[in-house]
């Protein structure tokens, strides 16, 4: 067992998982998350140096295509226009957030690296959209806990992340090569979430899930 507390539901009792030549990967007990041993995590400069690398070019319609996964069932879950949402960890191309506005809402950003403008924290949203951005959270229970206070009562939560299966599978999986990928979800882990805070839950692809409030 690990002597690190779960970070996404701060459970104690963790289990070795996986481990390779470039780190260790644990399993909580309770929610099933899978996270990379602390040691391993990236600098804030290292990280952004990373996510330079990536080309996320807000015109290229192959990346309108993939989003369109999580832009199309976010957009059928929503109950009319005109709505506000925040899309959070929007990446230096927030092809996402125009996709959502040329479908009539209205967007905000945030990204600590790209768009930290903290007043978009400051105000509550219909809906919070995260598209290949949770899987980086080094803690991920302070941007769920910020995610609760942000979104209204009945508000819709829309994230897009790889789900691992079983730890066969997460042995070969190269989801978990990239190191500023540090947090792996399994559809337990989301429903675990629901149950604890009270959302009804759609897993609308392999990669996107739908929560929907339905107490706050």
Not at 53 to 77: E, K, S, V
Not at 111 to 131: E, G, H, M, R, V
Request: net charge negative; glycine share 6%.
């Amino acid at each position: 067992m690990s002597d690190t507390a779960c970070p996404l539901c701060l459970y104690l009792h963790c289990g070795l998982f996986h481990q390779d030549k470039r780190r260790s990967y644990y399993q909580c007990q309770q929610c099933q998350l899978v996270f990379a041993d602390r040691i391993s995590l990236l600098s804030a400069e290292d990280e952004l140096a990373q996510y330079q690398l990536h080309n996320n070019d807000i015109n290229d319609a192959g990346y309108r295509r993939f989003l369109q996964r999580l832009a199309g069932p976010l957009l059928a879950a929503l109950p009319a226009t005109g709505l506000s949402g925040l899309d959070f960890g929007c990446g230096p191309g927030p092809l996402l957030a125009r996709m959502l506005s040329e479908a009539g809402q209205h967007m905000s950003l945030w990204d600590p690296y790209f768009a930290a403008d903290n007043t978009a924290l400051q105000q509550q949203y219909d809906f919070i959209s995260c598209s290949e951005a949770i899987e980086h959270f080094a803690r991920p229970a302070t941007e769920w806990a910020l995610w609760l206070s942000l979104l209204k009562p009945h508000g819709t939560l829309a994230i897009m992340t790889k789900r691992y299966t079983t730890a066969e599978a997460f042995a070969n999986w190269h989801y978990k090569l990239d190191p500023t990928h540090v947090s792996f979800f399994a559809d337990y882990t989301f429903t675990y979430l629901a149950q604890r805070d009270g959302f009804s839950l759609n897993f609308a692809d392999k990669d996107v899930v739908i929560l929907q409030r339905t107490k706050h």
